[in-house]
């Protein structure tokens, strides 16, 4: 059973960095590909980032390229999004979610794909 839970969100000025996590409590994380979305107010939920089971492969949507990294330690099963040089825009709630695709090297950037999905994680930057 896959159980994704986030930390690291936060009010921070714009510019400034936070870093994410997501945790598996199943201890499975290492059997998935990993995203991350977001959700601003009054908007649908967009993807931002994702990385393959190996780790090996990534994808960024291109407002966060340059800036934000996906990355993931199988061996803690979690998975990390750090967010550097922060703007406005980028306040939303983040969300974490798990694809079961079969090959280790491949990502999905298709919320539908994602079978299992955390509950959350502020994030409001201030200008």
């Known amino acids: 059973q896959v159980q994704l839970v986030e930390s690291g969100g936060g009010l921070v000025q714009a510019g400034g960095s936070l870093r994410l996590s997501c945790a598996d409590s199943?201890?499975?994380?290492?059997?998935?590909?990993m995203g991350w979305f977001r959700q601003a107010p009054a908007k649908e939920r967009e993807f931002v980032a994702a990385?393959?089971?190996?780790?090996?492969?990534?994808y960024y949507t291109d407002s966060v390229k340059g800036r934000f990294t996906i990355s993931r330690d199988n061996a803690k099963n979690t998975v990390y999004l750090q967010m550097n040089r922060l703007k406005a825009e980028d306040t939303a709630v983040y969300y974490c979610?798990?694809?079961?695709?079969?090959?280790?090297?491949?990502?999905?950037?298709?919320?539908?794909?994602?079978?299992?999905w955390g509950q959350g994680t502020q994030v409001t930057v201030s200008s």
């Open positions: 979610a798990a694809s079961p695709l079969a090959s280790p090297r491949t990502l999905t950037a298709i919320a539908t794909d994602y079978d299992y």
């Open positions: 199943g201890r499975t994380l290492s059997t998935y590909a």
């Open positions: 990385v393959s089971r190996s780790g090996g492969s990534t």
